[in-house]
Antibody
Protein backbone atom coordinates (compact mmCIF):
# COMPACT_ATOMS: atom_id res chain seq x y z
CA UNK A 1 0.00 0.00 0.00
CA UNK A 2 1.31 3.40 -0.99
CA UNK A 3 1.88 5.65 2.02
CA UNK A 4 3.14 9.21 2.26
CA UNK A 5 3.66 10.47 5.79
CA UNK A 6 4.60 14.09 6.38
CA UNK A 7 6.30 15.45 9.48
CA UNK A 8 8.15 18.49 10.74
CA UNK A 9 5.40 21.09 10.88
CA UNK A 10 4.44 23.39 13.74
CA UNK A 11 4.59 27.02 14.82
CA UNK A 12 7.46 29.16 13.57
CA UNK A 13 8.18 32.89 13.74
CA UNK A 14 8.27 35.02 10.61
CA UNK A 15 11.70 35.05 9.02
CA UNK A 16 12.70 31.73 10.54
CA UNK A 17 13.18 28.34 8.89
CA UNK A 18 11.49 24.97 8.98
CA UNK A 19 12.11 21.66 7.21
CA UNK A 20 9.33 19.28 6.28
CA UNK A 21 9.84 15.59 5.57
CA UNK A 22 7.71 13.05 3.74
CA UNK A 23 8.44 9.38 4.32
CA UNK A 24 7.30 7.23 1.40
CA UNK A 25 6.57 3.52 1.40
CA UNK A 26 4.75 0.92 -0.64
CA UNK A 27 6.38 1.85 -3.96
CA UNK A 28 9.81 2.33 -5.50
CA UNK A 29 10.39 5.94 -4.45
CA UNK A 30 13.37 6.47 -6.75
CA UNK A 31 11.19 5.87 -9.82
CA UNK A 32 8.83 8.78 -9.16
CA UNK A 33 8.91 12.53 -9.33
CA UNK A 34 7.35 14.09 -6.23
CA UNK A 35 5.71 17.37 -5.33
CA UNK A 36 4.47 19.55 -2.47
CA UNK A 37 1.02 21.16 -2.59
CA UNK A 38 -0.25 23.45 0.16
CA UNK A 39 -3.59 24.70 1.41
CA UNK A 40 -3.98 27.81 3.53
CA UNK A 41 -6.70 27.61 6.21
CA UNK A 42 -10.17 27.61 4.62
CA UNK A 43 -8.57 28.20 1.19
CA UNK A 44 -7.95 26.18 -1.95
CA UNK A 45 -5.02 24.09 -3.11
CA UNK A 46 -1.77 25.60 -4.38
CA UNK A 47 1.18 23.85 -5.97
CA UNK A 48 4.48 24.65 -4.27
CA UNK A 49 7.33 22.65 -5.79
CA UNK A 50 8.21 19.56 -7.83
CA UNK A 51 11.33 17.41 -8.01
CA UNK A 52 12.28 14.84 -10.62
CA UNK A 53 12.78 11.18 -9.77
CA UNK A 54 16.53 11.57 -9.40
CA UNK A 55 16.56 15.06 -7.92
CA UNK A 56 18.28 16.59 -10.93
CA UNK A 57 15.41 18.93 -11.78
CA UNK A 58 13.38 21.12 -9.45
CA UNK A 59 10.56 23.57 -10.06
CA UNK A 60 8.98 26.18 -7.77
CA UNK A 61 6.09 28.57 -7.72
CA UNK A 62 7.24 32.15 -8.00
CA UNK A 63 6.27 33.14 -4.47
CA UNK A 64 8.63 30.58 -2.89
CA UNK A 65 11.55 30.74 -5.33
CA UNK A 66 14.77 31.53 -3.51
CA UNK A 67 13.21 30.73 -0.12
CA UNK A 68 12.12 27.08 -0.39
CA UNK A 69 14.19 24.10 -1.50
CA UNK A 70 12.74 20.73 -2.45
CA UNK A 71 15.07 17.76 -2.20
CA UNK A 72 15.01 14.02 -1.79
CA UNK A 73 17.01 11.11 -0.41
CA UNK A 74 16.19 8.07 -2.50
CA UNK A 75 18.16 5.79 -0.19
CA UNK A 76 15.81 6.80 2.62
CA UNK A 77 12.67 7.10 0.44
CA UNK A 78 12.16 10.56 1.84
CA UNK A 79 11.14 13.88 0.32
CA UNK A 80 12.01 17.20 1.94
CA UNK A 81 10.96 20.83 1.81
CA UNK A 82 13.36 23.30 3.37
CA UNK A 83 11.53 26.56 4.00
CA UNK A 84 13.54 29.69 4.80
CA UNK A 85 12.52 33.30 5.41
CA UNK A 86 9.01 32.16 6.24
CA UNK A 87 6.14 34.63 5.92
CA UNK A 88 2.66 34.68 7.39
CA UNK A 89 1.27 33.86 3.95
CA UNK A 90 3.15 30.54 4.02
CA UNK A 91 0.81 29.38 6.79
CA UNK A 92 -0.87 26.28 5.39
CA UNK A 93 -1.22 22.54 5.47
CA UNK A 94 1.52 21.10 3.28
CA UNK A 95 0.77 17.91 1.38
CA UNK A 96 3.34 15.54 -0.06
CA UNK A 97 2.07 14.20 -3.38
CA UNK A 98 3.11 11.59 -5.90
CA UNK A 99 2.23 12.60 -9.44
CA UNK A 100 1.52 10.06 -12.13
CA UNK A 101 3.43 10.99 -15.27
CA UNK A 102 2.52 9.98 -18.77
CA UNK A 103 5.30 9.35 -21.30
CA UNK A 104 4.56 12.76 -22.80
CA UNK A 105 5.27 14.50 -19.50
CA UNK A 106 1.68 15.30 -18.60
CA UNK A 107 0.64 14.35 -15.11
CA UNK A 108 -1.89 14.42 -12.30
CA UNK A 109 -1.57 14.07 -8.52
CA UNK A 110 -2.34 10.43 -7.91
CA UNK A 111 -1.41 10.00 -4.26
CA UNK A 112 -1.49 12.41 -1.31
CA UNK A 113 -0.16 12.34 2.23
CA UNK A 114 -2.34 13.35 5.16
CA UNK A 115 -0.64 16.75 5.35
CA UNK A 116 1.30 18.69 7.97
CA UNK A 117 0.35 22.10 9.32
CA UNK A 118 2.80 24.98 9.27
CA UNK A 119 1.86 28.15 11.15
CA UNK A 120 4.00 31.23 10.67
CA UNK A 121 3.26 33.69 13.45
CA UNK A 122 4.99 35.75 16.10
CA UNK B 1 -0.95 31.26 -15.15
CA UNK B 2 -4.09 29.42 -16.22
CA UNK B 3 -6.97 30.43 -13.97
CA UNK B 4 -9.63 27.83 -13.20
CA UNK B 5 -13.03 29.13 -12.11
CA UNK B 6 -15.52 27.08 -10.11
CA UNK B 7 -18.76 28.06 -8.42
CA UNK B 8 -18.17 28.24 -4.66
CA UNK B 9 -21.06 25.99 -3.67
CA UNK B 10 -23.78 23.72 -5.00
CA UNK B 11 -26.81 22.49 -3.07
CA UNK B 12 -28.23 19.12 -4.06
CA UNK B 13 -30.68 16.55 -2.69
CA UNK B 14 -29.64 13.00 -1.95
CA UNK B 15 -30.32 10.73 -4.90
CA UNK B 16 -30.26 13.58 -7.39
CA UNK B 17 -27.65 14.55 -9.97
CA UNK B 18 -24.92 17.07 -9.14
CA UNK B 19 -23.10 18.88 -11.91
CA UNK B 20 -19.96 20.79 -10.96
CA UNK B 21 -18.32 22.99 -13.54
CA UNK B 22 -14.81 24.27 -14.06
CA UNK B 23 -13.86 26.89 -16.63
CA UNK B 24 -10.27 27.54 -17.66
CA UNK B 25 -8.92 30.91 -18.77
CA UNK B 26 -7.37 29.19 -21.79
CA UNK B 27 -7.51 25.77 -23.36
CA UNK B 28 -6.05 22.92 -21.30
CA UNK B 29 -6.28 20.38 -24.11
CA UNK B 30 -3.43 19.02 -26.22
CA UNK B 31 -4.62 17.19 -29.36
CA UNK B 32 -7.07 14.59 -28.02
CA UNK B 33 -5.89 14.85 -24.40
CA UNK B 34 -7.74 17.04 -21.96
CA UNK B 35 -5.39 17.87 -19.12
CA UNK B 36 -8.01 18.58 -16.48
CA UNK B 37 -8.32 16.49 -13.34
CA UNK B 38 -10.75 16.38 -10.40
CA UNK B 39 -10.19 15.83 -6.70
CA UNK B 40 -12.50 15.34 -3.73
CA UNK B 41 -11.62 16.68 -0.30
CA UNK B 42 -13.61 15.95 2.82
CA UNK B 43 -13.17 18.11 5.94
CA UNK B 44 -9.93 17.33 7.76
CA UNK B 45 -8.75 14.96 5.04
CA UNK B 46 -6.31 15.12 2.17
CA UNK B 47 -7.56 15.50 -1.40
CA UNK B 48 -8.32 12.31 -3.31
CA UNK B 49 -8.05 11.86 -7.07
CA UNK B 50 -11.44 11.19 -8.69
CA UNK B 51 -11.05 11.80 -12.41
CA UNK B 52 -7.95 12.23 -14.54
CA UNK B 53 -7.64 13.62 -18.04
CA UNK B 54 -11.19 14.93 -17.88
CA UNK B 55 -13.08 11.67 -18.15
CA UNK B 56 -11.06 8.77 -16.72
CA UNK B 57 -12.22 7.32 -13.41
CA UNK B 58 -9.43 6.84 -10.90
CA UNK B 59 -8.93 3.47 -9.28
CA UNK B 60 -11.50 2.61 -6.63
CA UNK B 61 -13.81 5.52 -7.44
CA UNK B 62 -17.51 4.61 -7.78
CA UNK B 63 -19.09 4.73 -11.20
CA UNK B 64 -21.58 7.39 -10.08
CA UNK B 65 -18.74 9.85 -10.65
CA UNK B 66 -18.03 10.91 -14.22
CA UNK B 67 -16.22 13.71 -15.99
CA UNK B 68 -16.52 15.39 -19.35
CA UNK B 69 -15.41 18.42 -21.30
CA UNK B 70 -12.66 19.75 -23.49
CA UNK B 71 -10.86 22.98 -24.24
CA UNK B 72 -11.89 25.40 -21.52
CA UNK B 73 -15.10 23.90 -20.12
CA UNK B 74 -15.23 20.82 -17.94
CA UNK B 75 -17.83 19.10 -15.79
CA UNK B 76 -17.80 16.66 -12.92
CA UNK B 77 -21.08 14.80 -12.51
CA UNK B 78 -22.19 12.79 -9.51
CA UNK B 79 -25.31 10.72 -10.13
CA UNK B 80 -26.90 9.83 -7.85
CA UNK B 81 -25.49 11.88 -4.98
CA UNK B 82 -24.96 9.96 -1.78
CA UNK B 83 -24.37 11.29 1.73
CA UNK B 84 -20.71 10.25 1.53
CA UNK B 85 -20.22 12.60 -1.42
CA UNK B 86 -20.63 15.75 0.66
CA UNK B 87 -17.22 17.37 0.22
CA UNK B 88 -15.37 20.05 -1.68
CA UNK B 89 -14.38 19.32 -5.24
CA UNK B 90 -11.38 20.83 -7.01
CA UNK B 91 -10.38 20.85 -10.65
CA UNK B 92 -6.71 21.08 -11.60
CA UNK B 93 -4.92 21.61 -14.91
CA UNK B 94 -1.55 20.26 -15.98
CA UNK B 95 -1.50 21.82 -19.45
CA UNK B 96 0.95 24.52 -18.45
CA UNK B 97 3.27 25.25 -15.58
CA UNK B 98 2.53 26.21 -12.94
CA UNK B 99 -0.15 23.62 -12.34
CA UNK B 100 -3.20 25.39 -10.97
CA UNK B 101 -6.33 24.43 -9.08
CA UNK B 102 -9.79 25.85 -9.12
CA UNK B 103 -11.10 27.50 -5.98
CA UNK B 104 -13.22 24.49 -5.13
CA UNK B 105 -16.96 23.78 -5.14
CA UNK B 106 -18.49 22.80 -1.84
CA UNK B 107 -21.26 20.27 -2.35
CA UNK B 108 -24.02 20.79 0.21
CA UNK B 109 -27.29 19.06 0.97
CA UNK B 110 -30.46 20.86 0.02
Amino acid sequence: EVQLVESGGGLVQPGRSMKLSCAASGFTFSNYGMAWVRQAPTKGLEWVATISYDGSSTYYRDSVKGRFTISRDNAKSTLYLQMNSLRSEDTATYYCTRPFYYYDGTYYYERWGQGVMVTVSS
Amino acid sequence: DIVLTQSPALAVSLGQRATISCRASQSVSISRYNLMHWYQQKPGQQPKLLIYRASNLASGIPARFSGSGSGTDFTLTINPVQADDIATYYCQQSRESPPTFGGGTKLELK
